[in-house]
């Protein structure tokens, strides 16, 4: 028996997404074996963020057969070198089912047609080092930046060295 690939839509994401949008994420840190209770994000967050006065994100939605079946969550950032924007996507998420089925080509290929259309150099992305989707990066063109190391501060540390701030003028 062959099975065809199903055919994949890709579109912006829209407020009514947002329930679809929080099953990815909450999908996303399952798949990265995290706790689902350190995901706090909900249904009202991402209709503010993402849909209010001043987005701080945007979100493609896949579906297949009318089902979102993964979702993409992106954002500008700024590179000085370049002296543009480049497309910083979060979080990529394509369900267990729809896996292997066209629809993680079809998000990356549309996440790369934005950053061409607003002319932004570069499309960047984080992967945990265990994730088989590294070869699926790869073979699409993207290239692992290993003299780059990634470095986060999280909420505590946040707070306890903006103690140590002076006021801003």
Do not use: K
Request: aromatic share 10%.
């Amino acid at each position: 028996m062959t099975t065809t690939p199903a055919t994949t839509t890709v579109r912006f994401a829209r407020p009514e997404d947002a329930s679809s949008i929080v099953a990815f994420i909450r999908g996303l840190a399952e798949f990265e074996h995290e706790p689902l209770d350190q995901v706090h994000v909900t249904e009202a967050d991402v209709v503010r963020d993402g849909f209010g006065d001043r987005p701080l994100f945007e979100a493609l939605i896949a579906e297949q057969g009318g089902m979102p079946v993964g979702f993409a969550l992106f954002f500008p950032h700024y590179s000085t070198w370049e002296g543009r924007a480049g497309l910083y996507v979060e979080d990529l998420y394509v369900t267990p089912e729809a896996r292997s089925s066209g629809a993680g080509h079809a998000i990356l290929a549309a996440l790369a047609r934005v950053a061409h259309e607003r002319g932004w150099p570069r499309l960047d992305l984080s992967v945990l080092d265990w994730n088989p989707a590294r070869a699926f990066y790869e073979a699409h063109g993207m290239a692992h930046q290993t003299e780059w190391l990634p470095y986060r501060m999280e909420r505590d540390a946040i707070a306890a060295l903006a103690l140590e701030a002076p006021p801003l003028g």
